[in-house]
């Protein structure tokens, strides 16, 4: 079988164009057909920007071609969340509210790409400020799963995983706050990591909840994501929570499956097998941890005791920082405006009443309540106490074991509009994902099989700054797992999906 | 105030540090600038940014909160303060809330009483908006957000102030300690140091406070003992006539010298104040704080001390001169370059003083150079000008800034000590003042300063007032 250009991955494609047997413009144009011909029923871009696009693999192509070229990532087409901000190019953050916004300077992590040689190729659909887990929150449109157009990408970074599963992008990067680059990556059948708190700069990123917030690559393969990481991982003294680490390249941290987990100590939290997990997911997530053991892993199961208050104490915190860091968008400055209005209050009121959608004021009212006075002991200080214990469930837990593993997400990709009337059901998507933004743990979701015919993730939850052993053990997954070129497989369902939808 | 009530004043003093950038971001911090030249990314609050605390804001406000006697925190934190205004960007005020920077301090009154710091908290400053017009009328506002992200302290103190005179000599002082140490200009015209003051009164005798109102829009000291002293009056007659204080901030009208309600009702105002995510919690190294005890600079009380010690000058002078490092510095420059000590003083704290006062100029307004005062005190010693007429050269050189020398010499001020020059006019002078001369002849001494007069007028001054004498006495004795 011959692969299209953006079937690849890439880190193959990454030797293709050093080696010269690819040039930048090709690939770009090979990716660019299949936006055209699929972007229509996926809906992964916000923005596209096919002119910045093509000039940057003309440079790319031109460096290449003298022998020049940034790095390894020079001229691989990616697209970026429209979380990211990016200098002269629209950046809405999924919503109304900053559709008219246009930066005037890059995010860190955006920096480090276009320094990279990378091609950005646009900015991809997110739940409105990365509030949501299906994509469905966005302020534009709802973007759909590949697999199966009847059903949700995940979210909020829904865009950025359908993009990469569709091969609308090599890969993207996406933000995560609660789950939202892994659990988006669980659902669309791609890898999806999110970083130690602290190891990529948050810099640019538009802040959804401050604390929690991280940037993170959504990938073909763990070694994709092992590559882009070493680009985007990297202190930054403009963002004074960025750590300074002493950390060797994580490409090269990555072994063959059986030398990674010989020996390695995984332990499966019973919290997160029980109640509310499909069976589809649990068997496959079980036959997983199985093919692992046979691989030398020592898997047992463990006990995070307070998990069950992690989505409590998620549901105050984050709202409460929302609704500071959302507070900025009053019309005063940039962004949408009222049209009418009679003072300045009156201004403030209807700006924001238009320009933000029902889950964002959903989440202003949580947070503005849980900080206001009165109710602060109760509601966030409680939950900060209770985040120490989550973390400190997790100390424990990698007191005896050097990673923990489970499912990404409880269900498979669920139908568009079966969950958005009910927030609460919406909520509990993300149940295993949250805690590890608590802790600020850096966790990973790598595919490890189908249930009704939809990927399902496993999640890997690490020690804080060991990406490395994180990678290692998500690739010993991927190979034994061994389910074939996902873009390949995703396009035939997509293929399969636009023939019924025509002919539905 | 009859006698009946005390009033309880406490004061909270933001200053503008003078860092060369501002607390979070890079931007310059300079005053005046076109609207919005001094920005970026970072104090404009645009999406994404993020604060990085400026090491040399956090140097200044350890200075200033040590020089006030200061405990320093070992851990500190900011917070957020969230409310909505157009001149504040981000719709919070980076600040700190229940962990600030320093507390526990005091400065020193004239008397001795000590007025209690409660404590001194870093922040950042917003932006300025210039309304078309009335703040109440304007039909738009621009914004200029140059301002914003200046580094801040706000200094708050005990409510340990008992009356007008002791708000504005406590201000003094804090302005002076301030200045000494180089943190900040301190200038009220610019906005530098800004003062808020709450006030209530009470019975005499009474332990509780009264219902308090706080002043804002304060724009000197002379307006804070003015709006002081009109709120004391104003709710001492409330009290009188059995009516409640009602809580509430005024605004100081200067040109009518009253206060005003600001708000019909005060709005319950809740910032919802949490632990800012952005930055880690400030921890201060306590090497690094004894070194900055150690190398901090003169304060004004020890430059008092040394004052009266090396310059032999009266406390009182002493006093006068440090409360303003302007014209303390000023003073000490001329006495470095011209000696007598008390000579200089007379001349600072009179002359000096009168015309800063007439001006309305503040101390660190004047361009009047040391040197200059200098060539006038040695012209004056050297008799080439009397001291009468120094006082009026000083006069032009503060007004018009010219040399003395010049105006001596376009005005044709130089003294005339010429005996054959003076001559003729003293016997012109006892030739048309017979009855004089006979008052003198037969014993009345106080004549004789008349006729001097008269000499003096004829020369507009300018005669050597000794060789006047001299000239006379020959003539009549």
Known sequence: MILELWQLTVHELSQLLLRKEVSATELLESVWGRIEEVEDQVKSYITLDPEGARAAAAESQRLLESGRPRSALEGIPCGLKDVLSTKGLRTTCGSKILSNYVPPYDATAVQALKEAGTVILGKTNMDEFAMGSSCENSGFFPTHNPWDLTRVPGGSSGGSASAVAAGEAMFTLGSDTGGSVRQPASLCGVVGMKPTYGAVSRYGLIAFASSLDQIGPLTRDVTDCAMVLDFIVKHDPMDSTSVEIKRGSYLEALRPADEAVKGLKIGVPKEYMGKGLEPGVEAQVKKALELLQELGAEVEECSLPHSSYALDAYYVIAPAEASSNLARYDGVRYGYRSKQYDDLIDMYRKTRAEGFGPEVKRRIMLGTYALSAGYYDAYYLKAQKVRTLIREDFDKVFAKFDVIAGPTSPTVAFKLGEKVDDPLAMYLSDIFTIPVNLAGLPGISVPCGFSEGLPVGLQFIGKAFDESTLLRVAYATEQACSLGNMAVLCARALAKGTKEGARG | ?477
């Open chain 2, 1 to 477: 105030m009859s006698g009946k009530y005390e009033a309880v004043i406490g004061l909270e003093v933001h200053v503008e540090l003078n860092t060369k950038s501002k607390i979070f971001c890079s931007c310059p911090t300079e005053f005046g600038k076109e609207p919005n030249t001094q920005v970026c990314p970072v104090c404009l609050g645009l999406p994404g940014v993020l604060p990085v605390l400026n090491e040399e804001a956090v140097r200044k406000a350890v200075q200033a909160a040590l020089a006030l006697n200061c405990e320093i925190t070992s851990y500190a934190k900011f917070d957020r303060k969230n409310y909505f205004y157009p001149d504040l960007p981000k719709a919070y005020q980076i600040s700190q809330y229940d962990l600030p920077l320093a507390r526990n301090g005091w400065i020193e009154l004239s008397g001795g009483k000590r007025i209690g710091i409660r404590r001194v908290h870093l922040e950042e400053d917003a932006g300025k908006l210039v309304h078309q017009g009335d703040i109440t009328s304007a039909a738009f506002s621009f914004a200029d957000y140059n301002r914003c992200g200046v580094p801040l302290i706000e200094i708050v103190s005990e409510p340990d102030i008992r009356d007008p005179e002791e708000a504005r000599d406590y201000l003094t002082r804090l302005k002076g300690i301030l200045q000494h140490i180089g943190v900040s200009d301190c200038r009220m015209e610019e906005g530098s140091l800004r003062v808020d003051a709450n006030v209530s009164v009470r019975p005499v005798g009474s332990r509780e406070f009264g219902t308090r109102t706080e002043l804002k829009n304060i724009g000197s000291f002379r307006a804070v003992y003015r709006g002081l002293s009109y709120e004391i009056e104003r709710q001492s007659k409330l009290l009188d006539r059995g009516e409640p204080v009602i809580q509430e901030t005024r605004h100081w009208d200067e040109q009518n010298g009253v206060t005003r309600s600001l708000r019909g009702k005060e709005e319950a105002q809740d910032y919802r104040y949490f632990p800012e995510p952005d930055l880690v919690p400030l921890q201060l190294d306590p090497d690094w704080v004894e070194e900055i005890r150690r190398t901090l600079p003169e304060l004004p009380e020890a430059r008092k001390a040394r004052f009266v010690r090396e310059y032999g000058l009266p406390e009182y002078d002493a006093d006068v001169l440090v409360s303003s490092p302007p014209i303390a510095n000023f003073y000490e420059e001329c006495v470095r370059l011209f000696g007598e000590p008390k000579t200089v003083s007379n001349w600072v704290m009179g002359e000096l003083f009168r015309l800063l006062n007439d001006s309305g100029m503040e101390p660190e307004e004047l361009k009047l150079r040391p040197s200059e005062l200098v060539s006038l005190l040695k012209m004056t010693r050297e008799g080439v000008v009397s001291g009468k007429i120094a006082k009026d050269v000083f006069e032009q050189m503060f007004r018009t800034g010219e040399d003395p020398e010049s105006i001596v010499k376009k005005h044709n001020l130089v003294q005339i000590s010429d005996k054959s020059a003076l001559e003729p006019l003293v016997l012109q002078v006892i030739a048309e003042n017979p009855k004089v001369v006979d008052d003198y002849k037969s014993g009345k001494k106080q004549a004789f300063a008349f006729l001097v007069g008269q000499v003096m007028k004829a020369t507009k001054g300018r005669a050597n007032p000794a060789v006047v004498n001299e000239l006379l006495h020959k003539r009549l004795d």
